[in-house]
């Protein structure tokens, strides 16, 4: 009997994309065509939850099938060094002889260059920028005009329409729809470089539209009565006033 043939892999991963930004969930004006066939005819997971949603702790539980505290990547502290360690499923992938592939956002440390496990890389530092990003292929690193969902794009194509005499994984994490932002090595945040910007051509392609706010919404001034340490960082960062406005009554009285 002949040998099986072996699958090809190919997984997308879409950033902060909330789970009913689509159409085949119910959003009211969210146009997704190709998701939704996806969805309607192949197979959609109507309860699957996560343990650690954040950015990189997810991502790597998606590489590794580990939950965090197994796999290392506990926060979005920049763990550049660590991530080159992790038992990734591309590393066993090429050792049972696939062609394998990483393009877009890895974000597990700041570093956009490759990691073990793949032919094929191409990726980003950080969180990446929307417009003319810098991209890193195959450990060459410069600045690419463009829009970044189209770059990406790109890339994954060519990968797929290349020719090949054995099974591919191509592992496709697209950077949209998270918003421009810089992340220092410490996992703070800093949104100044703006928000989400969509490609021209569907600047107003929902204008007018209102997003619908979830029922079980919660408002930073309640949030912050539940986490004293967010509370207590915003204060030490000199932000007191910040918290304070946030929660007058909150876990603390007074500066520290």
């Not at 890389?121 to 600045?143: A, K, T």
């Not at 949030?223 to 006033?241: D, E, I, M, S």
């Amino acid at each position: 009997m002949a040998a099986s043939r072996k699958p090809n892999f190919l997984i997308v991963l879409i950033d902060d994309l909330r789970f009913d930004e689509l159409g085949i969930c119910g959003h009211p004006y969210m146009k997704t065509p190709n998701i939704d066939r996806i969805g309607h005819e192949g197979a959609m997971f109507t309860a699957a939850f996560h343990t650690t949603p954040l950015c990189s702790p997810n991502r790597a539980s998606i590489l590794t099938g580990q939950y965090a505290s197994r796999h290392g990547i506990i926060d979005n502290v920049a763990r550049d060094a660590h991530s080159h360690r992790l038992p990734n499923y591309h590393v066993v992938l090429q050792k049972l002889g696939y062609e394998t592939a990483h393009v877009g956002k890895w974000h597990m440390g700041n570093s956009g260059g490759p990691r073990p496990g793949y032919d094929h890389w191409v990726s980003f530092p950080g969180h990446g920028s929307i417009v003319n990003p810098v991209l890193n292929i195959n450990g060459d690193e410069r600045q690419h005009k463009g829009y970044i969902t189209d770059l990406l794009n790109e890339h994954a194509v060519d990968f797929l329409k290349k020719k090949r005499g054995k099974p591919f994984a191509l592992f496709f994490a697209h950077k949209a729809v998270h918003p421009d932002a810089y992340q220092a090595p410490d996992g703070q945040v800093s949104f100044k470089n703006g928000g989400y910007l969509p490609a021209p051509r569907h600047a107003d392609l929902y204008k007018g539209e209102h997003f619908p706010r979830r029922p079980n919404a919660v408002a930073p001034s309640e949030v912050v009565k539940f986490h004293p340490a967010y509370f207590t960082r915003l204060a030490v960062a000199g932000l007191w006033q910040t918290a304070s406005t946030l929660c007058p009554s909150g876990p603390m009285t007074k500066a520290p």
